[in-house]
T-cell receptor
């Protein structure tokens, strides 16, 4: 298993600003995933972050809007840029550990854009 | 296209009233099927991984089973603390470890 922490846990931001979310894993992992979960909805994958390479973005998500860093095997950041109220959501990071492929999740960052 | 459908969307049970949640899937080669529990305002909590048809796994009052087309999460004699949203996800045989998620079943257990 893995213990994953995220900072901040919540934030209220103004339209047009940017927020960087941090994700820390207690062990080294090759892949990290960033998700968005809108109220009452399931999880939508934003991108996959591999250490030492560019993040791979899913359809509908672009690097200019959601730049990701992955400086080492235990840490990643997701920035939500030029925010609008439509970006209000919970942002989750996860990492698969071991050979069993299960992903462990952080507690999430609740973002509200006004 | 890989797809996961969960039913029912919502389920309300009385304490002690056993039931099952369904997860139907289509995937181009199943690597694994995953069940998660999510409490409001928290990240999903891993419950089970199932790899092949016929496999079963248990944890306390929960038992997950898998066929070639669907999985069931059986909840035996549920308690109010079992109230949560239960999410199902599948991973295909590709090497990217991405999960395809269902929309979840919201379970409420009344005392």
């Amino acid at each position: 298993s893995a213990v994953i922490s995220q900072k901040p846990s919540r934030d209220i931001c103004q339209r047009g600003t940017s927020l960087t979310i941090q994700c820390q894993v207690d062990s080294q992992v090759t892949m990290m995933f960033w998700y968005r979960q809108q109220p009452g909805q399931s999880l939508t994958l934003i991108a996959t972050a591999n250490q030492g390479s560019e993040a791979t973005y899913e359809s509908g998500f672009v690097i200019d809007k959601f730049p990701i860093s992955r400086p080492n095997l235990t840490f990643s950041t997701l920035t939500v840029s030029n925010m609008s109220p439509e970006d209000s959501s919970i942002y989750l990071c996860s990492a698969p550990t071991g050979d069993d492929y299960e992903q462990y999740f952080g507690p999430g960052t609740r973002l509200t854009v006004t | 296209e890989d797809q996961v459908t969960q039913s029912p969307e919502a389920l309300r049970l009385q304490e002690g009233e056993s039931s099952s949640l369904n997860c139907s899937y289509t995937v181009s080669g199943l690597r694994g099927l995953f069940w998660y529990r999510q409490d409001p305002g928290k990240g999903p909590e891993f419950l089970f991984t199932l790899y092949s048809a016929g496999e079963e796994k248990e944890k306390e009052r929960l038992k997950a089973t898998l066929t070639k087309k669907e999985s069931f999460l059986h909840i035996t004699a549920p308690k109010p603390e079992d109230s949560a949203t239960y999410l199902c996800a599948v991973q295909n045989a590709g090497n990217n470890r991405k999960l395809i998620w269902g929309l979840g079943t919201s379970l409420a257990v009344n005392p």
